[in-house]
């Protein structure tokens, strides 16, 4: 019969069970956050800015409508376009300037224009001659969507 060490195993036994109890309270302490808004579990493309730089972004289009003049500016900054709901009048531009580390676009769903890809710091300057109402997005994120109504 093989004779147990209590010298070793005693050592090692409560640092088994002191790593037991800390995952355990660290679990349940998550879990109870999650469930209580408190902790982001990070799973969602728009869960916090890693998600945002993963794909997601901020959906604007439905933000106040900011009546614009005959030369407008949104500002791309934090995920979103600012403003994210704008009217213009016809023969008006419209600049988009990246203020993000991340390389932005703003796409016209219905493909009629684009900014290309914007870098911090690029601006892009487009003329709109016709009526019409646009939902745009970013290509690279592809949930930053905004709306321009040209009148």
């Given at each position: 019969?093989?004779?147990?060490?209590?010298q070793?195993?005693?050592?090692?036994m409560?640092?088994?069970?002191?790593?037991?109890?800390?995952?355990?309270?660290?679990?349940?302490?998550?879990?109870?956050a999650?469930?209580?808004?408190?902790?982001?579990?990070?799973?969602?493309?728009?869960?916090?800015?890693?998600?945002?730089?993963?794909?997601?972004?901020?959906?604007?289009?439905?933000?106040?409508?900011?009546?614009?003049?005959?030369?407008?500016?949104?500002?791309?900054?934090?995920?979103?376009?600012?403003?994210?709901?704008?009217?213009i009048?016809?023969?008006?531009t419209v600049?988009?300037?990246?203020?993000?580390?991340?390389?932005?676009?703003?796409?016209?769903?219905?493909?009629?224009?684009?900014t290309?890809?914007?870098?911090?710091?690029?601006?892009?300057?487009?003329?709109?001659?016709?009526?019409?109402?646009?939902?745009?997005?970013?290509?690279?994120?592809?949930?930053?969507?905004?709306?321009?109504?040209?009148?």
């Amino acid at each position: 019969m093989q004779r147990i060490d209590s010298q070793r195993t005693l050592p090692l036994m409560i640092v088994a069970i002191v790593l037991a109890v800390s995952v355990t309270a660290l679990a349940v302490t998550a879990v109870f956050a999650m469930s209580r808004g408190g902790w982001s579990t990070g799973w969602g493309m728009g869960s916090g800015h890693m998600g945002r730089m993963m794909g997601g972004g901020t959906n604007s289009s439905n933000a106040p409508l900011t009546a614009g003049s005959q030369a407008e500016s949104v500002s791309i900054r934090d995920f979103t376009f600012a403003p994210g709901n704008l009217q213009i009048p016809v023969g008006a531009t419209v600049t988009w300037t990246n203020y993000d580390d991340a390389p932005h676009t703003a796409t016209a769903k219905d493909g009629s224009w684009d900014t290309g890809i914007l870098n911090k710091g690029d601006t892009k300057t487009i003329t709109f001659d016709k009526t019409g109402s646009y939902e745009y997005y970013c290509k690279v994120h592809p949930n930053m969507i905004g709306r321009l109504a040209v009148q």
